[in-house]
Protein backbone atom coordinates (compact mmCIF):
# COMPACT_ATOMS: atom_id res chain seq x y z
CA UNK A 1 0.00 0.00 0.00
CA UNK A 2 1.45 3.31 -0.90
CA UNK A 3 1.33 6.32 1.71
CA UNK A 4 1.12 9.53 1.00
CA UNK A 5 3.87 12.16 1.70
CA UNK A 6 1.87 14.82 2.36
CA UNK A 7 2.35 14.95 6.30
CA UNK A 8 -0.91 15.39 8.67
CA UNK A 9 -1.41 18.70 10.12
CA UNK A 10 -3.78 18.60 13.30
CA UNK A 11 -6.56 20.84 12.80
CA UNK A 12 -6.20 22.96 15.77
CA UNK A 13 -2.85 22.92 15.65
CA UNK A 14 -3.03 24.79 12.22
CA UNK A 15 -5.63 27.42 14.00
CA UNK A 16 -3.79 28.15 16.70
CA UNK A 17 -0.83 29.62 14.78
CA UNK A 18 0.41 33.32 15.91
CA UNK A 19 -1.19 35.47 13.31
CA UNK A 20 -0.95 39.65 12.81
CA UNK A 21 -2.34 41.17 15.95
CA UNK A 22 -5.45 42.29 15.76
CA UNK A 23 -7.00 45.67 17.28
CA UNK A 24 -8.44 45.71 20.56
CA UNK A 25 -11.93 44.72 21.04
CA UNK A 26 -14.36 46.12 23.95
CA UNK A 27 -17.08 43.45 24.55
CA UNK A 28 -19.97 43.21 27.11
CA UNK A 29 -17.88 40.80 29.14
CA UNK A 30 -15.36 43.51 29.78
CA UNK A 31 -17.75 46.42 31.24
CA UNK A 32 -19.80 43.10 33.07
CA UNK A 33 -16.70 41.61 35.13
CA UNK A 34 -15.47 45.39 35.77
CA UNK A 35 -18.92 46.25 36.92
CA UNK A 36 -18.59 43.23 38.81
CA UNK A 37 -15.64 43.65 40.36
CA UNK A 38 -16.27 47.70 41.34
CA UNK A 39 -19.41 46.63 43.43
CA UNK A 40 -18.04 43.19 44.97
CA UNK A 41 -16.65 43.03 48.92
CA UNK A 42 -13.91 41.18 48.98
CA UNK A 43 -15.60 38.66 51.38
CA UNK A 44 -18.44 38.08 48.90
CA UNK A 45 -15.79 37.10 45.63
CA UNK A 46 -16.39 33.58 45.25
CA UNK A 47 -13.20 31.51 45.46
CA UNK A 48 -12.84 28.45 42.57
CA UNK A 49 -12.56 26.32 46.44
CA UNK A 50 -15.92 27.95 47.55
CA UNK A 51 -19.09 25.78 47.27
CA UNK A 52 -21.18 26.36 43.37
CA UNK A 53 -24.45 28.21 44.33
CA UNK A 54 -27.27 27.22 42.25
CA UNK A 55 -30.22 29.70 42.51
CA UNK A 56 -33.17 28.74 40.68
CA UNK A 57 -33.12 31.44 38.24
CA UNK A 58 -35.58 30.17 35.64
CA UNK A 59 -37.98 30.75 38.26
CA UNK A 60 -36.93 34.44 39.16
CA UNK A 61 -37.18 34.73 35.03
CA UNK A 62 -40.22 33.32 35.50
CA UNK A 63 -41.52 35.04 38.01
CA UNK A 64 -40.02 38.78 37.87
CA UNK A 65 -43.37 41.00 39.49
CA UNK A 66 -43.15 38.37 42.09
CA UNK A 67 -39.40 39.03 43.37
CA UNK A 68 -39.37 42.73 42.30
CA UNK A 69 -42.66 42.70 44.84
CA UNK A 70 -41.14 40.50 47.53
CA UNK A 71 -37.98 42.92 47.42
CA UNK A 72 -39.67 46.06 47.93
CA UNK A 73 -41.65 43.98 50.67
CA UNK A 74 -38.55 43.65 52.45
CA UNK A 75 -37.13 46.79 51.63
CA UNK A 76 -34.28 45.62 50.07
CA UNK A 77 -35.12 48.17 47.33
CA UNK A 78 -31.51 47.94 45.43
CA UNK A 79 -32.28 44.50 44.76
CA UNK A 80 -36.01 44.98 43.37
CA UNK A 81 -34.68 45.86 40.18
CA UNK A 82 -32.73 43.05 39.98
CA UNK A 83 -35.41 40.42 38.76
CA UNK A 84 -35.80 42.84 35.55
CA UNK A 85 -32.46 43.38 34.74
CA UNK A 86 -31.63 38.99 34.74
CA UNK A 87 -34.72 38.93 32.02
CA UNK A 88 -32.19 41.53 30.20
CA UNK A 89 -29.09 39.84 30.66
CA UNK A 90 -30.79 36.76 30.01
CA UNK A 91 -32.00 38.08 26.19
CA UNK A 92 -28.74 38.89 25.42
CA UNK A 93 -27.17 35.46 26.20
CA UNK A 94 -29.49 33.92 24.08
CA UNK A 95 -28.59 36.39 21.39
CA UNK A 96 -25.10 35.51 21.45
CA UNK A 97 -26.12 31.77 21.87
CA UNK A 98 -28.07 32.44 18.40
CA UNK A 99 -24.86 34.22 16.97
CA UNK A 100 -22.48 31.24 18.13
CA UNK A 101 -24.69 28.57 16.65
CA UNK A 102 -24.29 30.08 13.29
CA UNK A 103 -20.95 30.51 13.77
CA UNK A 104 -19.97 27.04 15.02
CA UNK A 105 -21.65 25.51 11.95
CA UNK A 106 -19.69 27.48 9.44
CA UNK A 107 -16.12 26.38 11.80
CA UNK A 108 -17.11 22.41 11.86
CA UNK A 109 -17.78 22.72 8.16
CA UNK A 110 -14.43 23.93 7.88
CA UNK A 111 -12.84 21.97 10.17
CA UNK A 112 -14.00 18.83 8.57
CA UNK A 113 -12.68 20.03 4.82
CA UNK A 114 -9.24 20.85 6.57
CA UNK A 115 -8.84 18.05 8.25
CA UNK A 116 -10.12 14.93 5.31
CA UNK A 117 -11.33 16.89 2.23
CA UNK A 118 -11.54 13.38 0.26
CA UNK A 119 -14.03 12.55 3.10
CA UNK A 120 -16.32 16.38 2.77
CA UNK A 121 -16.26 15.31 -0.46
CA UNK A 122 -18.77 12.09 -0.54
CA UNK A 123 -20.93 13.64 1.80
CA UNK A 124 -24.57 13.45 1.23
CA UNK A 125 -25.63 16.82 3.05
CA UNK A 126 -28.72 19.32 2.12
CA UNK A 127 -28.69 21.63 -0.48
CA UNK A 128 -27.13 24.03 1.10
CA UNK A 129 -23.94 22.31 2.44
CA UNK A 130 -23.36 20.87 -0.70
CA UNK A 131 -23.12 24.29 -1.52
CA UNK A 132 -21.08 25.30 0.85
CA UNK A 133 -19.00 22.67 0.54
CA UNK A 134 -18.22 23.13 -3.33
CA UNK A 135 -17.74 26.44 -2.64
CA UNK A 136 -14.66 25.75 0.36
CA UNK A 137 -13.23 23.53 -2.67
CA UNK A 138 -12.88 26.07 -5.29
CA UNK A 139 -10.91 28.39 -2.92
CA UNK A 140 -7.85 28.13 -1.99
CA UNK A 141 -6.41 26.53 1.25
CA UNK A 142 -5.03 29.40 2.86
CA UNK A 143 -8.13 31.28 2.84
CA UNK A 144 -10.03 28.22 4.08
CA UNK A 145 -7.64 28.03 6.64
CA UNK A 146 -7.77 32.26 7.21
CA UNK A 147 -11.43 31.96 7.74
CA UNK A 148 -11.37 29.19 10.10
CA UNK A 149 -8.90 31.40 12.04
CA UNK A 150 -11.11 34.25 12.24
CA UNK A 151 -14.63 32.01 13.49
CA UNK A 152 -12.20 30.57 15.92
CA UNK A 153 -11.57 34.30 17.11
CA UNK A 154 -14.91 35.55 16.56
CA UNK A 155 -16.59 32.14 18.58
CA UNK A 156 -14.23 33.14 21.56
CA UNK A 157 -15.32 36.56 22.13
CA UNK A 158 -19.01 35.28 21.92
CA UNK A 159 -17.82 32.57 24.10
CA UNK A 160 -16.60 34.98 26.90
CA UNK A 161 -19.11 37.35 26.51
CA UNK A 162 -21.86 34.02 27.35
CA UNK A 163 -19.62 33.31 29.95
CA UNK A 164 -19.93 37.11 31.27
CA UNK A 165 -23.68 37.21 30.96
CA UNK A 166 -24.54 33.91 33.14
CA UNK A 167 -21.78 35.35 35.92
CA UNK A 168 -23.34 38.39 36.24
CA UNK A 169 -27.14 36.79 35.93
CA UNK A 170 -25.63 34.42 38.86
CA UNK A 171 -24.50 37.38 41.04
CA UNK A 172 -27.80 39.32 41.03
CA UNK A 173 -29.38 36.02 41.40
CA UNK A 174 -27.73 35.17 44.21
CA UNK A 175 -28.20 38.64 45.82
CA UNK A 176 -31.86 38.42 45.58
CA UNK A 177 -33.53 37.69 49.46
CA UNK A 178 -35.66 34.65 49.88
CA UNK A 179 -39.63 35.15 49.30
CA UNK A 180 -41.68 35.70 52.13
CA UNK A 181 -43.84 33.30 53.97
CA UNK A 182 -47.68 33.85 53.68
CA UNK A 183 -47.60 33.82 57.78
CA UNK A 184 -44.95 37.12 57.82
CA UNK A 185 -47.07 40.50 57.83
CA UNK A 186 -45.81 43.02 55.58
CA UNK A 187 -44.64 45.93 56.32
CA UNK A 188 -42.87 46.65 59.64
CA UNK A 189 -45.22 46.19 62.76
CA UNK A 190 -44.76 42.95 64.18
CA UNK A 191 -47.70 40.43 65.28
CA UNK A 192 -48.04 39.53 68.71
CA UNK A 193 -48.33 35.91 69.12
CA UNK A 194 -48.43 35.87 72.84
CA UNK A 195 -47.29 36.20 76.25
CA UNK A 196 -45.04 34.59 78.57
CA UNK A 197 -44.70 34.86 82.76
CA UNK A 198 -46.72 37.74 83.99
CA UNK A 199 -45.66 41.16 83.93
CA UNK A 200 -43.81 42.17 86.64
CA UNK A 201 -44.97 45.42 87.45
CA UNK A 202 -48.51 43.78 87.96
CA UNK A 203 -51.97 45.27 87.90
CA UNK A 204 -51.81 46.53 91.51
CA UNK A 205 -50.63 50.38 92.08
CA UNK A 206 -48.59 49.10 94.58
CA UNK A 207 -46.49 47.07 92.57
CA UNK A 208 -45.64 49.92 90.47
CA UNK A 209 -43.78 51.25 93.73
CA UNK A 210 -40.95 49.08 92.97
CA UNK A 211 -37.16 50.66 92.72
CA UNK A 212 -35.94 49.66 88.94
CA UNK A 213 -32.50 50.01 88.01
CA UNK A 214 -30.59 49.12 84.76
CA UNK A 215 -28.22 46.50 84.23
CA UNK A 216 -25.90 49.18 84.07
CA UNK A 217 -26.13 50.42 87.32
CA UNK A 218 -26.80 46.85 89.19
CA UNK A 219 -23.48 45.56 87.52
CA UNK A 220 -21.55 48.94 89.22
CA UNK A 221 -23.02 48.71 92.28
CA UNK A 222 -22.10 45.01 92.80
CA UNK A 223 -19.07 45.14 91.24
CA UNK A 224 -19.78 42.45 88.39
CA UNK A 225 -19.42 44.62 84.98
CA UNK A 226 -16.60 46.56 83.63
CA UNK A 227 -17.40 48.69 80.92
CA UNK A 228 -14.27 51.37 81.61
CA UNK A 229 -12.02 48.82 81.63
CA UNK A 230 -12.88 47.34 78.26
CA UNK A 231 -13.18 50.50 76.46
CA UNK A 232 -9.32 51.14 77.18
CA UNK A 233 -8.27 47.52 76.41
CA UNK A 234 -10.84 47.77 73.49
CA UNK A 235 -12.86 50.31 72.63
CA UNK A 236 -16.65 50.71 73.28
CA UNK A 237 -19.04 48.05 72.49
CA UNK A 238 -16.82 45.44 74.96
CA UNK A 239 -17.23 44.68 78.43
CA UNK A 240 -15.97 42.36 81.30
CA UNK A 241 -17.84 39.89 83.05
CA UNK A 242 -16.57 40.04 86.82
CA UNK A 243 -17.11 37.56 89.32
CA UNK A 244 -21.01 36.36 89.61
CA UNK A 245 -21.43 37.34 86.25
CA UNK A 246 -19.16 35.71 84.71
CA UNK A 247 -20.05 31.92 86.39
CA UNK A 248 -23.75 33.46 85.74
CA UNK A 249 -22.73 33.37 81.90
CA UNK A 250 -21.64 29.89 82.08
CA UNK A 251 -24.43 28.81 83.50
CA UNK A 252 -26.98 29.97 80.86
CA UNK A 253 -24.86 28.53 78.44
CA UNK A 254 -24.98 25.25 80.55
CA UNK A 255 -28.64 25.71 80.89
CA UNK A 256 -29.13 25.95 77.67
CA UNK A 257 -26.87 23.35 75.93
CA UNK A 258 -28.57 20.67 78.65
CA UNK A 259 -32.13 21.63 77.80
CA UNK A 260 -30.69 20.99 74.24
CA UNK A 261 -29.33 18.02 74.35
CA UNK A 262 -32.03 16.79 76.72
CA UNK A 263 -34.29 17.14 73.59
CA UNK A 264 -32.18 15.31 71.29
CA UNK A 265 -29.85 17.83 69.65
CA UNK A 266 -26.57 16.97 69.76
CA UNK A 267 -23.50 19.46 71.01
CA UNK A 268 -20.91 21.01 68.13
CA UNK A 269 -18.42 22.94 69.33
CA UNK A 270 -17.60 24.98 66.23
CA UNK A 271 -15.50 27.77 64.48
CA UNK A 272 -15.20 31.54 65.19
CA UNK A 273 -13.09 31.85 62.06
CA UNK A 274 -15.51 31.04 58.22
CA UNK A 275 -14.55 32.08 55.50
CA UNK A 276 -16.23 35.39 53.88
CA UNK A 277 -18.01 33.44 51.11
CA UNK A 278 -19.45 31.45 53.41
CA UNK A 279 -21.17 34.09 55.60
CA UNK A 280 -22.34 35.56 52.71
CA UNK A 281 -23.86 31.75 51.77
CA UNK A 282 -26.02 31.98 54.52
CA UNK A 283 -27.66 35.52 54.12
CA UNK A 284 -24.63 37.32 55.79
CA UNK A 285 -23.25 40.19 54.20
CA UNK A 286 -20.32 42.36 55.10
CA UNK A 287 -21.97 45.59 54.66
CA UNK A 288 -25.62 46.44 55.24
CA UNK A 289 -27.85 48.85 52.73
CA UNK A 290 -26.30 52.16 53.71
CA UNK A 291 -22.35 50.17 53.19
CA UNK A 292 -21.85 50.19 57.11
CA UNK A 293 -19.54 47.35 58.25
CA UNK A 294 -21.39 44.45 60.19
CA UNK A 295 -18.66 41.91 59.85
CA UNK A 296 -15.00 42.25 61.28
CA UNK A 297 -12.75 40.55 58.39
CA UNK A 298 -8.95 39.61 59.38
CA UNK A 299 -6.14 41.34 57.14
CA UNK A 300 -5.03 39.45 54.95
CA UNK A 301 -1.16 39.62 54.32
CA UNK A 302 -0.27 41.06 50.68
CA UNK A 303 1.10 37.29 49.56
CA UNK A 304 -2.07 35.49 50.54
CA UNK A 305 -3.69 38.09 48.43
CA UNK A 306 -2.02 37.68 45.73
CA UNK A 307 -2.29 34.33 45.80
CA UNK A 308 -6.18 34.65 46.06
CA UNK A 309 -6.56 33.05 49.40
CA UNK A 310 -9.82 33.52 50.58
CA UNK A 311 -10.76 36.42 53.00
CA UNK A 312 -11.40 35.13 56.53
CA UNK A 313 -13.34 36.58 58.57
CA UNK A 314 -14.75 36.35 62.27
CA UNK A 315 -18.84 34.81 62.34
CA UNK A 316 -21.46 36.25 63.69
CA UNK A 317 -23.18 33.77 64.92
CA UNK A 318 -22.56 29.74 65.27
CA UNK A 319 -25.44 29.33 62.41
CA UNK A 320 -22.77 30.01 59.76
CA UNK A 321 -19.91 27.36 60.63
CA UNK A 322 -23.29 25.10 61.58
CA UNK A 323 -24.49 25.68 58.05
CA UNK A 324 -21.12 25.22 56.56
CA UNK A 325 -20.56 21.65 58.57
CA UNK A 326 -22.81 20.34 55.05
CA UNK A 327 -21.48 22.60 52.43
CA UNK A 328 -21.09 20.60 49.19
CA UNK A 329 -22.43 17.20 51.07
CA UNK A 330 -25.26 15.07 50.07
CA UNK A 331 -27.47 14.14 53.04
CA UNK A 332 -29.26 10.78 53.76
CA UNK A 333 -33.06 11.56 54.01
CA UNK A 334 -33.34 8.94 56.78
CA UNK A 335 -31.55 11.56 58.99
CA UNK A 336 -33.11 14.26 58.13
CA UNK A 337 -34.13 16.47 60.29
CA UNK A 338 -30.51 17.15 61.37
CA UNK A 339 -30.50 18.86 64.66
CA UNK A 340 -27.62 20.40 65.89
CA UNK A 341 -26.86 22.72 68.76
CA UNK A 342 -23.17 25.06 69.11
CA UNK A 343 -21.94 27.26 71.39
CA UNK A 344 -20.15 29.95 70.39
CA UNK A 345 -18.47 33.05 70.49
CA UNK A 346 -19.78 35.94 67.97
CA UNK A 347 -18.90 38.78 66.37
CA UNK A 348 -20.80 42.00 65.50
CA UNK A 349 -19.56 44.84 63.93
CA UNK A 350 -22.61 46.80 63.77
CA UNK A 351 -21.22 50.36 63.06
CA UNK A 352 -24.36 52.09 63.72
CA UNK A 353 -24.36 54.77 66.38
CA UNK A 354 -24.81 53.79 70.17
CA UNK A 355 -27.29 55.26 72.31
CA UNK A 356 -29.26 54.80 75.21
CA UNK A 357 -31.12 51.92 73.77
CA UNK A 358 -27.98 50.07 73.22
CA UNK A 359 -26.44 51.08 76.41
CA UNK A 360 -24.63 48.38 78.44
CA UNK A 361 -25.20 44.87 77.30
CA UNK A 362 -27.90 45.27 75.12
CA UNK A 363 -25.74 45.73 71.81
CA UNK A 364 -22.01 44.59 71.90
CA UNK A 365 -19.81 44.05 69.72
CA UNK A 366 -18.73 40.52 71.05
CA UNK A 367 -20.95 38.29 73.05
CA UNK A 368 -21.41 34.35 73.56
CA UNK A 369 -24.44 32.80 72.23
CA UNK A 370 -25.88 29.07 71.89
CA UNK A 371 -27.43 28.60 68.89
CA UNK A 372 -29.82 25.84 67.32
CA UNK A 373 -29.79 24.81 63.44
CA UNK A 374 -31.21 22.03 61.86
CA UNK A 375 -31.56 20.27 58.21
CA UNK A 376 -35.18 19.32 57.76
CA UNK A 377 -37.27 17.61 54.73
CA UNK A 378 -37.38 20.35 51.84
CA UNK A 379 -41.02 20.84 52.42
CA UNK A 380 -42.61 23.23 54.99
CA UNK A 381 -44.08 20.87 57.43
CA UNK A 382 -41.30 19.76 58.39
CA UNK A 383 -39.61 22.81 58.76
CA UNK A 384 -42.00 24.24 60.86
CA UNK A 385 -41.95 21.37 62.64
CA UNK A 386 -38.85 21.89 63.49
CA UNK A 387 -39.15 25.74 63.50
CA UNK A 388 -42.32 24.99 66.62
CA UNK A 389 -39.66 22.90 68.56
CA UNK A 390 -37.23 25.48 68.82
CA UNK A 391 -39.67 28.26 69.95
CA UNK A 392 -41.50 25.96 72.18
CA UNK A 393 -37.39 25.45 74.09
CA UNK A 394 -36.84 29.29 73.68
CA UNK A 395 -40.47 29.67 75.68
CA UNK A 396 -39.58 26.61 78.32
CA UNK A 397 -36.10 28.41 79.15
CA UNK A 398 -37.24 32.00 79.25
CA UNK A 399 -40.25 31.20 81.06
CA UNK A 400 -38.31 28.96 83.65
CA UNK A 401 -35.50 32.25 83.96
CA UNK A 402 -38.00 34.12 85.63
CA UNK A 403 -39.02 36.50 82.52
CA UNK A 404 -41.69 38.47 81.27
CA UNK A 405 -41.27 38.16 77.34
CA UNK A 406 -43.78 38.55 74.58
CA UNK A 407 -43.77 36.04 71.06
CA UNK A 408 -43.66 37.98 67.87
CA UNK A 409 -44.30 36.77 64.08
CA UNK A 410 -42.01 39.58 62.66
CA UNK A 411 -42.70 41.69 59.57
CA UNK A 412 -40.98 41.16 55.99
CA UNK A 413 -38.96 45.04 56.83
CA UNK A 414 -37.29 42.77 59.51
CA UNK A 415 -36.41 39.69 57.81
CA UNK A 416 -32.93 39.42 57.12
CA UNK A 417 -32.07 38.03 53.41
CA UNK A 418 -32.25 34.38 53.96
CA UNK A 419 -35.44 33.99 56.00
CA UNK A 420 -38.71 32.94 55.04
CA UNK A 421 -40.21 33.47 57.91
CA UNK A 422 -39.02 34.67 61.78
CA UNK A 423 -40.07 34.52 65.51
CA UNK A 424 -38.91 37.18 67.96
CA UNK A 425 -39.05 36.67 71.39
CA UNK A 426 -39.01 40.45 73.24
CA UNK A 427 -37.95 40.14 77.23
CA UNK A 428 -39.13 43.15 79.66
CA UNK A 429 -36.41 45.16 80.47
CA UNK A 430 -37.78 47.79 82.88
CA UNK A 431 -34.22 50.56 81.97
CA UNK A 432 -36.25 50.10 78.59
CA UNK A 433 -39.99 51.42 80.07
CA UNK A 434 -39.86 54.71 78.09
CA UNK A 435 -38.72 53.28 74.93
CA UNK A 436 -40.61 50.72 72.90
CA UNK A 437 -42.26 49.85 76.44
CA UNK A 438 -39.54 48.19 77.53
CA UNK A 439 -39.16 45.19 74.90
CA UNK A 440 -36.12 43.99 73.73
CA UNK A 441 -35.39 40.97 71.49
CA UNK A 442 -33.28 38.07 73.42
CA UNK A 443 -34.05 35.36 71.02
CA UNK A 444 -35.09 34.97 67.30
CA UNK A 445 -36.14 32.00 65.25
CA UNK A 446 -36.23 31.61 61.43
CA UNK A 447 -37.29 28.99 58.93
CA UNK A 448 -34.45 29.62 55.75
CA UNK A 449 -36.60 26.76 53.36
CA UNK A 450 -33.29 26.55 50.63
CA UNK A 451 -31.74 29.87 50.50
CA UNK A 452 -28.46 28.89 52.29
CA UNK A 453 -28.49 25.21 50.89
CA UNK A 454 -28.37 25.82 47.41
CA UNK A 455 -25.81 28.30 48.17
CA UNK A 456 -23.53 25.75 50.08
CA UNK A 457 -24.25 22.80 47.52
CA UNK A 458 -25.91 20.53 50.40
CA UNK A 459 -28.50 17.95 48.73
CA UNK A 460 -30.36 15.44 49.71
CA UNK A 461 -31.75 12.27 47.76
CA UNK A 462 -35.53 12.31 48.22
CA UNK A 463 -37.74 9.44 46.39
CA UNK A 464 -34.38 9.69 44.66
CA UNK A 465 -34.03 12.75 43.02
CA UNK A 466 -31.39 15.14 44.27
CA UNK A 467 -32.93 18.22 46.07
CA UNK A 468 -32.07 20.82 48.74
CA UNK A 469 -33.10 20.32 52.42
CA UNK A 470 -34.25 23.09 54.10
CA UNK A 471 -32.31 24.99 56.86
CA UNK A 472 -33.84 26.05 60.48
CA UNK A 473 -32.20 28.02 62.75
CA UNK A 474 -32.88 29.28 66.29
CA UNK A 475 -30.90 31.57 69.48
CA UNK A 476 -31.17 28.93 72.75
CA UNK A 477 -29.66 31.73 74.45
CA UNK A 478 -27.91 35.47 73.62
CA UNK A 479 -26.11 35.53 77.13
CA UNK A 480 -25.27 39.46 77.53
CA UNK A 481 -28.72 40.12 77.00
CA UNK A 482 -30.50 37.69 79.41
CA UNK A 483 -27.99 38.45 81.69
CA UNK A 484 -28.92 42.04 81.55
CA UNK A 485 -32.43 40.96 81.81
CA UNK A 486 -31.86 38.76 84.22
CA UNK A 487 -30.17 41.72 86.91
CA UNK A 488 -32.56 44.17 86.10
CA UNK A 489 -35.65 42.03 86.82
CA UNK A 490 -34.41 39.89 89.54
CA UNK A 491 -33.16 43.34 91.32
CA UNK A 492 -34.54 43.80 94.92
CA UNK A 493 -33.32 48.03 96.43
CA UNK A 494 -34.00 46.99 99.67
CA UNK A 495 -31.08 44.70 100.12
CA UNK A 496 -29.33 45.64 97.15
CA UNK A 497 -29.11 41.76 95.59
CA UNK A 498 -30.25 40.19 92.72
CA UNK A 499 -32.31 36.56 92.90
CA UNK A 500 -30.29 33.96 90.85
CA UNK A 501 -33.68 31.98 88.71
CA UNK A 502 -33.53 27.94 90.62
CA UNK A 503 -32.95 26.32 87.06
CA UNK A 504 -29.63 28.10 87.25
CA UNK A 505 -28.41 27.58 90.48
CA UNK A 506 -26.94 23.99 90.48
CA UNK A 507 -24.37 25.93 87.98
CA UNK A 508 -24.18 28.68 90.53
CA UNK A 509 -22.62 27.07 93.66
CA UNK A 510 -26.36 26.71 94.75
CA UNK A 511 -26.33 29.99 95.55
CA UNK A 512 -29.75 32.12 95.84
CA UNK A 513 -29.11 35.90 95.50
CA UNK A 514 -25.70 38.01 94.27
CA UNK A 515 -24.71 40.44 96.31
CA UNK A 516 -22.11 42.86 97.06
CA UNK A 517 -18.48 41.53 96.59
CA UNK A 518 -14.92 42.80 98.08
CA UNK A 519 -13.35 43.44 94.46
CA UNK A 520 -9.85 42.43 94.71
Known sequence: MKLSRRPFTCVQCLLSRPQQPRPRQFHGSSRLRSAAAATADPATIRPTIAPKAVVDIKHIRQNPALYERNCVERNYKAQAAYPARIIELFDQWQARQRDGRALRERSNLLRRELANPATTRGDSGGDEEAAALRDLRARPRDAVLAEARDLKDRIAVIEADEGALT????????????????????????F???????????????????????????????????????????????????GEAAQLEQALVAYALATATRSGWTQVSA?????????????????????????????????????????????????????????????????LPLRRVGVSRC?????????????????????????????????????????????????EMLQSLG????????????????????????A??????????????????????????????????????????????????????????????????????????????????????IGRRKIR
Open 192 to 242: VLGYINEHPEGEAAAASDRIWRSHVHIGAELGLLDFAGAATTSGWGWYYLL
Open 167 to 190: DEMQRLAVAIPNLTSDATPRGSEP
Open 271 to 335: PSVVYGHMAAACGFQPRDAHGEQQVYGIAQSRADAERGRPELVLAGTAEIPLAGMKADAALDESE
Open 428 to 513: FFPSRRERNGGWGEVTSASICTDYQTRRLATRVRVDGKMTYPWTVNATAMAVPRVLAALLENGWDESDMTVTIPEVLRPWMDGKEK
Open 347 to 395: FRAEAGARGVDTKGLYRVHEFTKVELFAWSAPDGASAADVFDEMVDMQT
Open 403 to 426: LHCRVLEMPSHDLGASATRKCDIE
